[in-house]
């Protein structure tokens, strides 16, 4: 058990790759719909987002009691939040976000999150992306195994994830391209030598092995070529930071319809145990006004292609409801989501949230979760890219689809 | 060093090597502990019969493992020495090397402490003019970017020239294990002082010593925020409490493993054991450990099931870490972190029972744990021999020993690490950089080396000096010797497919320097020399 704990970030070995055989065959396989593929973004803000601060419960009276230091203020007020429905409301520097839920393609989901206690950061992402709950040697992931369900031809740039280690989501999807920058996905070879150099790489690199290195060695080769025509000249386009530079790329590889069907983003950097600051300085303000502005940049260039587009923002876990003797917040349990898309069901705060009184906090503490993620993204994979039974993503989970929170309108 | 020459001139080697691997690579041996092979009266004039070929296997292996690779001609030395009397010297600790000491003179001023470190930026009296943190970071922003590559060039200096080859690996492992974040806030001006002085000393020595070293010290202390947690208090206006995040990496990361079975009062106890131990101010006359009694939590605490009377101030922080350390939980977790970067990604049960066995026999010496795994068959086995893919730092150091190159003085080398998608001490997460190729092995990583071996090859890549003309001379039989050149590096046979791929490619170039420069490109860029 203990050798096996740790190869739980171990690629496809024998069983795994054995169940992996089971699955695809359980899973029946959707036709491709003619014309473009639907296309799913996830944003893992990675190191635990403080989703109190995203949507802000600023009718709770023990969310300032609670944060007396860190609060957002109560909408109206200097600084205040976004009120959204009376009850919650964005952080001000989401503010860019308050046009899509007006136009009901935000929805924003409460309490939800994994049902496992841990406050790890690695476990808790592990859990979250293979989507087997408390199983550490799990070592596929749950948009990986939707995606092979999917009968599609093969494609340099089926799935993307922008990061830079392989997110487990992804994780041994045979056509999931990882690369921190899709910029940097070209040879630097020099004038003279190129031909030579690329041909030989090529060549080095087309051998038939279960190795991953050399599969992603090859597939970077691959796509290198097809990356550099869709992107086309380095231009900062507007609304993009530094830091969030992914989402313009991603919406240039949807808009140029390679087949792109899945991009996975990460961002770093959430971890906010001290002085993480309310709507002015400190790093989490900053942080979600890159990541709000982001978002609203990613959805105005999409134009209409938005529609067959859901993004998905989710974190590892929550942060607790009162404020650490630092000014920051330490790890939690249940969080917020967002959901973005051109048919998203949104401006709308959906999920139960039970409140920030002692008595409901989980373990006195934090947040709880009412919602479990993965009849988010049961909804998510049925709804949208067609899988025909998400259950069988999620091992030891009861599926119900009258559990399902509605962000996605239900075929006719 | 009378070896290389002597086999340059009698060319036994090279030929050795490329036509022996051929077996050793492909004719499954048994696994078992190293043959030793007893050393030869020198010098001698005669030429010794050329090592076996499980011995010349068996140097590659412990050099790709326990060393950023062989330098030229020195796997064939540590098969004639034989591996184990290498091992042996390594735990040892063999005199540096004075070409490393020269190398780094340069770079000497990135270990320093910070109070030192400060003097030398801002001059003598700063502690007048800065008195406050904010006073400091503005002063000594501009200052930042610059030392944080120069300590990045002086670690990889060490190790692509330390002959303490064995230490360096153990840093850079233990640095990962207990990593810290050298870009916040002020954790760099303590990160040069942080290696040297509490991860390098100990990191073939007590783990206990390297865990308290580390806990103590002020960039571990900022990094995980303990520096500022204190007492919960709940009078007045005074604000201030508890920051848990170091204790729960402590347990989690740097001690008993995730699934150890403690609890989130355990995490909170820890916090409140470690409250007062913070970072003294500039005005304190500080930039070091200290201990704020007035911010410990005095009151009683247990932890894992043991008592921590009240009173104990910060005796009790430095018990609890003994307890962590003796615990069978720490002893696993360890063995497992040391099995998974020495071994294999699958830690072998058996690897990771002995190093855990070692561990608690010898009340945590990291030496007789990697004695441990060294001597366990599965270290030796034919499925862990050139199977575990190497980090971006294990590629460029030993890609730059095995062209014998030698670190140019300026810092370049940092930036090298950037674009390889690992630059050094910078990884944001407690966990480090990970160290199993699921993880890493990612388009846009392998992309990256292929075009560090082409930057290498076509001499663009700044911050290495290499004696082309001694890692491979031009003339008239180039292609015979970049035949010999990719055995000896790859360890592959003359006529396997990747050499017989590169000589193709490189015919298709008619300049010498030309076909030199894509062999070495596509050799350092193959999937093979991704491997260790």
């Given at each position: 058990?203990?050798?096996?704990?740790?190869s739980?970030?171990?690629?496809?070995g024998?069983?795994?790759?054995?169940g992996?055989g089971?699955?695809?065959?359980?899973?029946g396989?959707?036709a491709?719909?003619?014309?473009?593929?639907?296309?799913?973004?996830?944003?893992f803000?990675?190191g635990?987002?403080?989703?109190?601060?995203?949507?802000?419960?600023?009718?709770?009276?023990?969310y300032?009691?609670?944060?007396?230091?860190?609060?957002?203020?109560?909408p109206g007020?200097?600084?205040?939040?976004?009120?959204?429905?009376?009850?919650?409301?964005?952080?001000?520097?989401l503010?860019?976000l308050?046009?899509a839920f007006d136009?009901?393609?935000?929805?924003v989901?409460q309490a939800?999150?994994?049902?496992?206690r841990?406050?790890?950061h690695?476990?808790?992402?592990?859990?979250?992306?293979?989507?087997?709950?408390g199983?550490?040697?799990?070592?596929?992931?749950?948009?990986?195994?939707?995606?092979?369900?999917r009968?599609?031809?093969?494609?340099?740039?089926?799935?993307?994830?922008?990061?830079s280690?392989?997110?487990?989501?992804?994780?041994g999807?045979?056509?999931?391209?990882?690369?921190?920058?899709?910029?940097?996905?070209?040879?630097?070879?020099?004038?003279d030598?190129?031909p030579?150099?690329?041909?030989?790489?090529?060549e080095?690199?087309?051998?038939d092995?279960?190795?991953?290195?050399?599969?992603a060695?090859?597939?970077?080769?691959?796509?290198?070529?097809?990356?550099?025509?869709?992107l086309?000249?380095?231009?900062?386009?507007?609304?993009?930071?530094?830091?969030?530079q992914?989402?313009?790329?991603?919406?240039?590889?949807?808009?140029?319809?390679?087949?792109?069907t899945?991009?996975?983003?990460?961002?770093g950097?959430?971890?906010?145990?001290?002085?993480?600051g309310?709507?002015?300085?400190g790093?989490?303000?900053?942080?979600l006004d890159?990541?709000g502005?982001a978002l609203?940049?990613f959805?105005a260039?999409?134009?209409?292609?938005?529609?067959?587009?859901?993004?998905?923002?989710?974190?590892e876990?929550?942060?607790?409801?009162?404020?650490n003797?630092t000014?920051?917040?330490?790890?939690?349990?249940?969080?917020?989501?967002?959901?973005?898309?051109?048919?998203?069901?949104?401006?709308?705060?959906?999920?139960?949230?039970?409140?920030l009184?002692?008595?409901?906090?989980?373990?006195?503490?934090?947040?709880?979760?009412?919602?479990d993620?993965?009849d988010?993204?049961?909804?998510?994979c049925e709804?949208?890219l067609?899988?025909p039974?998400?259950?069988?993503?999620?091992p030891?989970?009861?599926?119900?689809?009258?559990?399902?929170?509605?962000f996605l309108?239900?075929p006719? | 060093?009378?070896?290389?020459?002597?086999?340059?001139?009698t060319?036994?080697?090279?030929?050795?090597a490329?036509?022996?691997s051929?077996v050793?690579m492909?004719?499954?041996?048994p696994?078992?502990?190293?043959?030793?092979?007893?050393?030869a009266?020198?010098?001698?004039?005669?030429?010794d019969?050329p090592?076996?070929?499980?011995?010349?296997?068996?140097a590659?292996h412990v050099?790709?493992?326990l060393?950023?690779?062989?330098?030229?001609?020195?796997?064939?030395?540590?098969?004639?020495?034989?591996?184990?009397?290498?091992?042996?010297?390594?735990?040892?600790?063999?005199?540096?090397?004075?070409l490393?000491e020269?190398?780094?003179?340069?770079?000497?001023?990135?270990?320093?402490?910070p109070?030192?470190?400060?003097?030398?930026?801002?001059?003598d009296?700063?502690?007048?003019a800065?008195?406050?943190?904010?006073?400091l970071r503005?002063e000594?922003?501009p200052?930042?970017?610059?030392?944080?590559?120069?300590?990045?060039?002086?670690?990889?200096?060490?190790d692509?020239?330390?002959?303490?080859?064995?230490?360096?690996?153990?840093?850079?492992?233990?640095?990962?294990?207990f990593?810290?974040?050298?870009?916040?806030?002020?954790?760099?001006?303590?990160?040069?002082?942080?290696?040297?002085?509490?991860?390098?000393?100990?990191?073939?020595?007590?783990?206990?010593?390297?865990?308290?070293?580390?806990?103590?010290?002020?960039?571990?202390?900022?990094?995980?925020?303990?520096?500022?947690?204190?007492?919960?208090?709940?009078?007045?206006?005074?604000?201030g409490?508890?920051?848990?995040?170091?204790a729960?990496?402590?347990?989690?990361?740097?001690?008993?493993?995730?699934?150890?079975?403690?609890?989130?009062?355990?995490?909170t106890?820890?916090a409140?054991i470690?409250t007062?131990?913070s970072?003294?101010?500039?005005?304190?006359?500080?930039?070091?450990?200290?201990f704020?009694?007035?911010?410990?939590?005095?009151?009683?605490?247990?932890?894992?099931?043991?008592?921590?009377?009240?009173?104990?101030?910060?005796?009790?922080?430095?018990?609890?870490?003994?307890?962590?350390?003796r615990?069978?939980?720490?002893a696993?977790?360890?063995?497992?972190r040391?099995?998974?970067r020495?071994?294999?990604d699958?830690?072998?049960?058996?690897?990771?029972?002995?190093a855990?066995d070692?561990?608690?026999?010898?009340?945590?010496?990291?030496?007789?744990?990697m004695?441990?795994?060294?001597?366990d068959p599965s270290?030796?086995?034919?499925?862990?021999r050139a199977?575990?893919?190497k980090?971006?730092?294990?590629?460029l150091?030993?890609?730059?020993?095995?062209?014998?190159a030698?670190p140019?003085?300026s810092l370049?080398?940092?930036?090298?690490?950037?674009r390889l998608?690992?630059?050094?001490?910078?990884e944001?997460?407690?966990?480090?950089?990970?160290?199993?190729?699921?993880?890493?092995?990612?388009?846009?990583?392998?992309?990256?080396?292929?075009?560090?071996?082409s930057?290498?090859?076509?001499?663009?890549?700044?911050?290495?000096?290499?004696?082309?003309?001694?890692?491979l001379?031009l003339?008239a039989d180039l292609?015979?010797?970049v035949?010999?050149?990719?055995?000896e590096l790859?360890?592959v046979?003359?006529?396997?497919?990747?050499?017989?791929?590169?000589?193709e490619?490189?015919?298709?170039?008619d300049?010498?320097?030309?076909r030199?420069?894509?062999?070495?490109?596509?050799?350092?860029?193959s999937?093979?020399?991704?491997?260790?």
């Open positions: 058990m203990n050798a096996l704990r740790l739980r970030r171990g690629l496809l024998g069983a795994a790759a054995l992996a089971l699955l695809g065959a359980r899973l396989f959707a491709e719909p003619n014309g473009p593929p639907p296309v799913v973004v996830c944003v803000l990675r635990a987002v403080d989703g109190l601060s995203m949507v802000v419960p600023h009718a709770e009276p023990a300032y009691r609670l944060r007396r230091g860190i609060a957002v203020p109560r007020e200097p600084h205040g939040a976004i009120d959204l429905d009376g009850r919650f409301g964005l952080h001000p520097r503010e860019p308050k046009a136009a009901k393609e935000l929805a989901i939800v999150g994994s049902p496992h841990t406050r790890s690695f476990e808790a992402q592990d859990y979250m992306q293979t989507g087997a709950v199983d550490p040697t799990a070592a596929r992931g749950w948009l990986g195994r939707c995606l092979s369900a009968a599609v031809e093969s494609a340099a740039l089926r799935a993307v994830a922008l990061s280690f392989s997110p487990v989501a992804l994780r999807y045979r056509d999931a391209l990882v690369t921190e920058n899709l910029r940097d996905l070209r040879l630097s070879a020099g004038d030598l190129e030579v150099l690329t041909s030989g790489f090529r080095l690199y087309a051998v092995t279960s190795r991953l290195a050399e599969q060695g090859r597939r970077a080769l691959e796509a290198s070529e097809l990356v550099r025509r869709v086309g000249k380095r231009r900062r386009s507007p609304g993009y930071q530094r830091d969030t992914a989402f313009a790329d991603v919406a240039k590889l949807i808009k140029a319809d390679v087949g792109l899945a991009a996975w983003i990460d961002l950097g959430w971890d906010t145990h001290r002085r993480q309310s709507t002015d300085n790093e989490l303000p900053r942080k890159h990541l502005r609203a940049a959805r260039d999409l134009g209409p292609v938005f529609e067959r587009v859901v993004v998905l923002v989710m974190s876990f929550g942060r607790t409801a009162r404020e003797g000014g920051g917040t330490d790890h939690g349990h249940g969080n917020v989501m967002l959901v973005l898309g051109g048919k998203v069901q949104g401006g709308r705060v959906l999920g139960d949230f039970p409140g009184a002692p008595e409901q906090l989980h373990e006195g503490r934090d947040v709880p979760v009412t919602t993620f993965r988010v993204l049961a909804e998510l709804l949208h067609q899988l039974d998400a259950s069988v993503l999620f030891r989970f009861e599926l119900d689809r009258r559990r399902r929170l509605g309108p239900q006719i | 060093m009378w070896w290389p020459r002597l086999f340059a001139t060319g036994l080697i090279a030929l050795g490329c036509s022996s051929h050793a492909h004719a499954p041996t696994a078992r502990p190293p043959s030793v092979i007893e050393p009266a020198r010098p001698k004039t005669v030429v019969p090592p076996t070929i499980a011995a010349i296997g068996e590659r050099l790709n493992r060393a950023f690779g062989p330098r030229p001609g020195e796997v064939e030395r540590v098969a004639r020495m034989g591996p184990q009397r290498w091992i042996d010297e390594q735990l040892a600790g063999p005199a540096e090397s004075p490393l020269a190398t780094l003179q340069p770079h000497r001023s990135a270990f320093a402490p109070v030192q470190l400060i003097d030398e930026w801002l001059g009296g700063w502690e007048e800065t008195r406050t943190s904010r006073a503005r000594t922003r200052y930042f970017d610059e030392h944080l590559a120069r300590l990045a060039t002086a670690e990889l200096t060490r692509i020239l330390s002959r303490r080859q064995l230490e360096a690996v153990m840093t850079d492992f233990w640095a990962n294990h990593n810290v974040f050298a870009v916040k806030g002020f954790v760099r001006l303590f990160e040069g002082d942080y290696l040297e002085r509490a991860i390098r000393p100990h990191a073939l020595g007590k783990f206990s010593d390297l865990l308290l070293a580390t806990a103590r010290h002020p960039a571990m202390l900022l990094y995980l925020d303990n520096a500022e947690s204190r007492k919960q208090v709940r009078r007045g206006r005074r604000r409490g508890l920051n848990e995040n170091y729960r990496e402590l347990l989690e990361l740097h001690t008993l493993g995730v699934d150890a079975g403690y609890t989130q009062a355990d995490v106890n820890v409140r470690f007062g131990w970072v003294a101010r500039v005005n304190e006359g500080g930039l070091d450990f200290v704020r009694r007035d911010t410990h939590d005095r009151r009683g605490k247990t932890v894992l099931g043991e008592s921590f009377p009240a009173g104990e101030d910060e005796a009790e922080g430095v018990r609890l870490l003994e307890l962590l350390a615990k069978p939980a720490t696993r977790h360890l063995a497992r040391l099995c998974l020495f071994v294999a699958e830690p072998p049960p058996s690897c990771v029972a002995a855990s070692a561990y608690l026999g010898s009340d945590g010496d990291i030496a007789q744990v004695r441990a795994i060294t001597g270290f030796w086995a034919d499925s862990a199977a575990k893919l980090t971006p730092l294990e590629l150091a030993s890609a730059a020993r095995a062209l014998g030698q140019d003085g370049a080398l940092a930036t090298t690490m950037e998608g690992e630059p050094l001490l910078q944001q997460v407690p966990t480090g950089y990970p160290d199993s190729e699921p993880e890493w092995a990612s388009a846009g990583g392998m992309l990256a080396r292929m075009s560090f071996a930057e290498l090859g076509t001499g663009r890549l700044q911050g290495l000096t290499v004696p082309w003309e001694e890692a001379p003339g292609d015979a010797r035949t010999r050149f990719g055995c790859l360890g046979s003359a006529d396997s497919r990747t050499l017989k791929l590169v000589r490619q490189v015919r298709r170039l300049a010498e320097e030309q030199r420069a894509a062999a070495v490109a596509l050799l350092i860029g999937p093979e020399f991704q491997r260790q």
